[in-house]
């Protein structure tokens, strides 16, 4: 298990370092040079030169990736050296520094805080869901479930958020559209404008796990060791928990990992519907403004989330399914 875990570690390592270096390709692919998106167009040639001077642009092309993967480390992609800051119209040119840690502590700790709690709500509604469906699959009520999912999921994120907005604010009133505050702390001290933002994460979420699970669970369900269990007199109540649930679990772990990219994605979607100022937002605006450094930065910090949640993934195979045990170079035995 131990070599297991070292091997999966040293292969998401592999994978953020092949995401850097992607980012850092996508740098000098970008229109124009890093000095002219920086300052802007009302530099002077002799401050571009001062730039790339500084920011190490006029040596070779390795030596420039080696001063990236530098700053990197130090939690930076780009800077505006000292003192141009007084000197290139703030309009015209992009004057603030693209500091990693700027975007984790705040647009990504507001990402992580929504998925958070979509994450919550999907477990906390999935699992029950799946589990009626499963033990009561020819009841009308399993029926009528299956259709809502089925068109939960068929419905894009941006056409159902707008339907909630309509239905639950504009028709019901029961939900006040409140645009939630840039600081992280206002975001968790106003519930009322995580709401529909929450429901627009989680609802597509539970209606495609739901169905997953639901499957997997029925699968279990017609197994000998549950028969077992019903004939010695356990419930069926104890047994779906207990027995059944914990093997059906594992297809949902391997989706959730596979579909990270995907929910990052309609994410964005979310956060954009909703003035939520998480990662997403800010990487949408730093596409409208041309802000190519935020872009880049939110690029390669979802794209390490992605590896770290993938990874996470892989690793709780084992805590919810005791029978697994990893052997050699990771072979399943």
Same mark, same amino acid.
């Given at each position: ?5 070292? *091997?999966?570690?040293?292969?998401? $390592?592999?994978?953020i370092f092949?995401?850097?270096?992607? =980012?850092?390709?996508l740098?000098?692919?970008?229109? +124009?040079?890093? @000095? ?12 571009w ?9 006029d ?7 080696? &001063? ?6 130090? @939690?930076?992609?780009?800077?505006t ?5 007084d000197?290139?119209?703030?309009i ?8 990693? +840690?700027?975007?984790?502590? +705040?647009?990504?700790?507001?990402s992580l805080?929504?998925? @958070? ?8 509604v999935? =699992?029950?869901?799946?589990m009626?469906?499963?033990?009561r699959?020819?009841?009308? +009520?399993?029926h009528?479930?299956?259709i ?10 941006f ?8 239905f639950l ?11 939630p ?6 975001? !968790?001290?106003?519930?009322? *404008? ?15 796990? &739901? ?7 029925m699968?279990e ?17 104890? =047994? &779906? ?6 093997n059906s ?14 929910? $990052? ?8 519907? $909703? &003035?939520?100022?998480?990662?997403? !937002? ?5 596409a409208?403004?041309?802000? $190519? ?28 399914d005791?029978?697994?045990?990893? =052997? ?6």
């Amino acid at each position: 298990m131990v070599r297991y875990i070292v *091997g999966r570690l040293l292969q998401a $390592f592999v994978v953020i370092f092949g995401v850097v270096t992607l =980012v850092f390709v996508l740098e000098h692919l970008l229109p +124009g040079d890093q @000095g002219h998106i920086m300052l802007g167009p009302r530099a002077t040639p002799a401050q571009w030169a001062i730039y790339d001077r500084q920011n190490g642009l006029d040596q070779p092309i390795y030596a420039q990736y080696i &001063s990236f993967l530098e700053n990197v480390v130090h @939690g930076r992609i780009a800077f505006t050296p000292p003192g141009f800051a007084d000197q290139v119209d703030p309009i015209q040119g992009v004057q603030v520094d693209l500091d990693l +840690g700027a975007l984790i502590d +705040g647009p990504t700790t507001r990402s992580l805080i929504l998925m @958070g709690i979509s994450t919550l709500v999907v477990v906390v509604v999935m =699992v029950p869901l799946a589990m009626y469906e499963a033990s009561r699959r020819r009841k009308t +009520g399993a029926h009528i479930a299956n259709i809502i999912a089925v068109a939960l999921y068929s419905t894009p994120p941006f056409l159902l958020g707008t339907l909630l907005i309509l239905f639950l604010s504009s028709d019901l009133r029961l939900v006040a559209l409140n645009t939630p505050a840039w600081n992280t702390g206002d975001v !968790l001290g106003d519930p009322a *404008g995580l709401v529909v933002p929450v429901l627009t994460l989680s609802l597509g979420t539970i209606a495609l796990f &739901s169905r997953y699970l639901r499957s997997s669970t029925m699968e279990e369900l017609t197994k000998d060791y549950i028969v077992t269990a019903r004939s010695k007199g356990a419930s069926r109540t104890r =047994v &779906s928990l207990r027995h059944a649930l914990p093997n059906s679990a594992l297809p949902i772990i391997t989706l959730l990992g596979a579909r990270l990219p995907q929910i $990052f994605g309609v994410q964005l979607v979310v956060e954009v519907l $909703f &003035s939520y100022p998480g990662l997403g !937002l800010a990487l949408w605006n730093a596409a409208v403004f041309r802000d $190519f450094y935020t872009m880049l930065g939110a690029i390669l910090i979802g794209g390490v989330f992605t590896v770290l949640g993938s990874l996470a993934s892989d690793l709780l195979y084992a805590v919810v399914d005791p029978r697994i045990r990893y =052997v050699g170079s990771g072979r399943l035995r």
